[in-house]
């Protein structure tokens, strides 16, 4: 298995890009989770401020 003599760097640099994918993707997930979590305490927030009228005309 060894007989390619850059066999290391390219399995380093495999490593290392499935590292930088993986926490990309960790990142998106994670600002996605906290966006919706803000995004759903304002529109309580706008409901409260309504005295929630806005059911009314929905």
Do not use: C
């Amino acid at each position: 298995m060894m007989a390619d003599p850059h066999i290391g760097f390219v399995i380093a640099a495999y490593s290392v890009a499935a590292v930088v994918l993986a926490t990309m993707i960790g990142s998106v997930v994670f600002d996605y989770r906290r966006l919706s979590a803000d995004l759903d305490k304002a529109t309580r927030a706008l409901d409260e401020a309504r005295g929630r009228a806005g059911d009314a005309r929905s």
